[in-house]
């Protein structure tokens, strides 16, 4: 089994900061790409960034860019997002995710790759 926990997560005032981490154990292979996904009460689920596994390429939403950092530490099998500049927009509850190859797909045709999801770590910015 693979798990993912999240910590980090809480009540920051507008304009403060929040570092998120989310750390994967289990029966792992391998991990591909990592994310952070957020939802907001009545909306649907969107990605914050994500990060590849080779070169950690990243990406971000345009409502975060130059304000969040994501980044990664492999030999920890551990994401990280940083959130500075924060805004009353960017409470919702934060979710990890990792695509990972268990060590169980190694017996299995195409050695597949599942994605895996935290548990959620709630942020609110107050204004």
């Known amino acids: 089994q693979v798990q993912l926990v999240e910590s980090g997560g809480g009540l920051v005032q507008a304009g403060g900061s929040l570092r998120l981490s989310c750390a994967a154990s289990?029966?792992?292979?391998?991990?591909?790409?990592m994310g952070w996904y957020r939802q907001a009460p009545g909306k649907q689920r969107e990605l914050v960034a994500g990060?590849?596994?080779?070169?950690?390429?990243?990406d971000y939403a345009d409502s975060v860019k130059g304000r969040f950092t994501i980044s990664r530490d492999n030999a920890k099998n551990t994401v990280y997002l940083q959130m500075n500049s924060l805004k009353p927009e960017d409470t919702a509850v934060y979710y990890c995710?990792?695509?990972?190859?268990?060590?169980?797909?190694?017996?299995?045709?195409?050695?597949?790759?599942?994605?895996?999801w935290g548990q959620g770590t709630p942020v609110t910015v107050s204004s």
């Open positions: 990060i590849s596994s080779g070169d950690a390429a990243t």
């Open positions: 289990g029966n792992i292979f391998r991990i591909d790409a």
């Open positions: 995710n990792a695509r990972i190859m268990t060590t169980q797909a190694l017996g299995l045709r195409g050695f597949p790759i599942s994605d895996y």
